[in-house]
């Protein structure tokens, strides 16, 4: 089992309370709310604990990226991604994920992160995303191809990384006269692509049929169930049976010496549902076009005040007793932590630590005894359920634009 250590990388140092006055701090909450001084000590706090959690025996460091919001400052993924790099050894630098959608040019994107693969020395695993809705509106795009543009993006990535330039794209949104970069990824056929996402059918059949790993997001156990059975029904189609490498799980999980100290930093998690932060407008959140029509009418229904949340309001203590929020003491946690493992069986697990106002002593305590004792008790658990990751299943990569293509046929597309 592979286990990774994940953060938001939250703008703690601003004033919650007028975001919560304000009502929305996505996408409009004014930046003059961000002071800089703060933003550059917590940008190099974070840095730190990530090369502490790949010190004490992390297997990987997840990034993402979000706009516009204080709950995430890391504005372009890549770029933690490339100083992790050079600054760390032996982690798998997991980036989950290139908002593919957002790309006006997804050849240079693909060259970013071939010099990351190569930097790295062959660590990165590449995820890509379709990114949130307020995230189309932060950067110009239009929402009503947020799908198109992923996919067609997709195919020009993985084609520029697998296909001998020069070659020409005309796709329907990205024309390229000349595909030639000179940085291509050290691994060959190229840097392991994953998935990750919440209830999206489409996204996970797809997944499924590029032979992706998915990785669900803090899903409730039996919707990660149905998460499962979607993808073991779409990879049966296209002739394999998905195994727990094809399955990755994001949890929210604080570990601390006591459990009232764990149970206090853990409460900072309810800063995404709009307890401390405010939310996006659920409008923003998922404008005309982004959904299909049924979610779409869901969520502008909860908007309107005539339905409830259809991603549910659980308050902390229900999320704590479903297991959607883990907190305690190392024996607390991995107990709790099997449970969950037993039930959901991922070969790929992203523990998302620390959110909020975590102090840094109590963040940097988090993960010295996350991955010095519940990750290595978890990885032991798993491999006696036969829970392998990619590596260990030495899951082959998708290649569907074979280099030895004629090249007659390369030019042809």
């Known amino acids: 089992m592979h286990m990774m250590y994940f953060t938001e990388q939250p703008m703690a140092a601003y004033d919650s309370k007028a975001g919560l006055d304000y009502g929305a701090t996505a996408l409009t909450f004014s930046n003059s709310y961000f002071d800089p001084n703060e933003g550059s000590r917590l940008y190099n706090e974070y840095l730190e604990e990530y090369v502490l959690a790949e010190e004490c025996g992390a297997d990987g460091i997840m990034l993402n990226e979000h706009h516009n919001a204080p709950f995430c400052m890391q504005a372009r993924t890549n770029m933690f991604a490339a100083i992790l790099a050079a600054a760390t050894k032996k982690v798998k630098i997991v980036i989950l994920g290139n908002p593919l959608p957002l790309s006006e040019n997804p050849v240079q994107l693909a060259e970013e992160l071939a010099m990351i693969d190569m930097i790295s020395k062959g660590r990165l695993v590449s995820g890509f995303v379709r990114g949130g809705g307020q995230e189309q509106l932060a950067n110009g795009v239009n929402p009503a191809f947020n799908r198109e543009r992923f996919m067609e993006a997709h195919d020009l990535i993985?084609?520029?990384?697998?296909?001998?330039?020069?070659?020409?794209?005309?796709?329907?949104?990205?024309q390229q006269r000349v595909v030639n970069?000179?940085?291509?990824?050290?691994?060959?056929?190229?840097?392991?692509?994953?998935?990750?996402?919440?209830?999206?059918?489409?996204?996970?059949?797809?997944?499924a049929q590029q032979r992706y790993p998915y990785i669900a997001l803090n899903t409730a156990i039996d919707a990660t169930k149905a998460i499962k059975d979607t993808y073991d029904k779409a990879a049966a189609e296209v002739g394999y049976t998905a195994g727990p490498e094809n399955f990755g799980y994001l949890i929210r999980v604080h570990v601390q010496d006591t459990e009232e100290k764990a149970m206090q930093n853990a409460r900072q998690f309810m800063w995404m549902q709009g307890e401390f932060t405010g939310l996006a407008n659920p409008v923003w959140a998922n404008p005309a076009g982004y959904f299909s029509p049924s979610g779409r009418r869901a969520f502008v229904e909860f908007a309107?005040?005539?339905?409830?949340?259809?991603?549910?309001?659980?308050?902390?203590?229900?999320q704590i007793a479903s297991t959607m929020i883990i907190a305690g003491t190392p024996s607390q946690v991995i107990e709790r932590l099997k449970y969950v493992v037993e039930n959901t069986r991922p070969g790929i697990m992203a523990v998302w630590a620390n959110d909020g106002v975590v102090s840094k002593e109590d963040r940097r305590r988090c993960i010295e005894l996350l991955c010095r004792e519940v990750m290595p008790a978890i990885k032991d658990y798993g491999k006696s359920l036969g829970l392998n990751d990619p590596w260990e299943a030495n899951a082959p990569v998708h290649l569907r634009y074979s280099t030895d293509l004629p090249a007659s046929k390369i030019a042809a597309e």
């Open 181 to 207: 970069p000179w940085a291509i990824p050290m691994q060959k056929p190229y840097p392991r692509v994953w998935i990750p996402g919440v209830l999206s059918k489409e996204t996970i059949i797809w997944t």
């Open 304 to 318: 309107t005040g005539r339905a409830a949340n259809p991603r549910g309001q659980m308050t902390f203590e229900e």
């Open 158 to 174: 993985q084609k520029t990384w697998t296909v001998p330039g020069p070659f020409r794209w005309e796709g329907t949104h990205y």
